[in-house]
């Protein structure tokens, strides 16, 4: 069995002591980061797991995050409607109406598979943290709670000069483009019309002095000056003779 070595530094009793006392009076001397909470709010880094807000609109009630979920603390119901076709002739489709999204925080590891797996955007990270509760089951925050807390997401960082535009960004301003063109070419189409109307040749009025005597009955005329029928005298039988 090898001897251990001898060490090369003689210890000083107490050196270690001193060290300790060193690091002490070093820290005591410099300034203190200690936050005065909850009269200072915690300077926060921007994309902290806090908890998990909804934004309802976008959620479709696929399921994947409550199936996906570890500790199975997320909680959906919901139901179906019929909606009346689009356009006529076409059939009526089906949709999941959400009833109910609840999160038990209790249970919840904050892992964030959820919102990595949500397919339409509906679930993100925010840095709120106060919501603690004297009872453990009024962890189980309802969706009107999670939508309150989605206020309070913070904005994505912006993006890459040199990165391309998003899917849904240019779908979206491709959509607006054609129907500012429709509108435009509907607004031009009108302009036209109005402009032929104006152009159009406008039927000439009666000339002064000449009178109608349309809608009369037989063996009346009407007179110029009042537009009263009066009746025909009958003709002289010697007018003729002569």
Known sequence: ??????????????????????VTLRTMTKKTVTAQYPDAQPELPPRSRGVIGLFEENCTVCMLCARECPDWCIYIDSHKETV??????GRERSRNVLDRFAIDFSLCMYCGI???????????????????ETDIHE?????????????????PPALDPG???PK??????????KLAAEAATAAEAAELAAQTAEQAPQPEPPAS????????????????TTGTPEPSKPSDPQDGAS
């Open 209 to 224: 002095g000449t009178t109608t005597t349309t809608g009369t009955t037989a063996g009346t005329t009407e007179d110029p």
């Open 168 to 177: 849904e960004l240019a779908a979206a301003r491709k959509t607006a483009d």
């Open 84 to 89: 009346p076709p689009a356009a006529p002739g």
């Open 114 to 132: 959820c919102i990595e797996v949500c397919p339409f955007d509906a679930l993100f990270w925010s840095p709120e943290f106060e919501y603690a």
């Open 163 to 165: 990165a391309e535009e």
């Open 1 to 22: 069995m090898a001897e251990p070595l001898p060490s090369t530094r003689p210890r000083i009793p107490g050196s270690g002591l001193a060290k300790g006392l060193a």
């Open 139 to 155: 962890l189980t925050h309802e969706r009107d709670k999670l939508r309150e807390w989605m206020w309070t997401v913070p904005a």
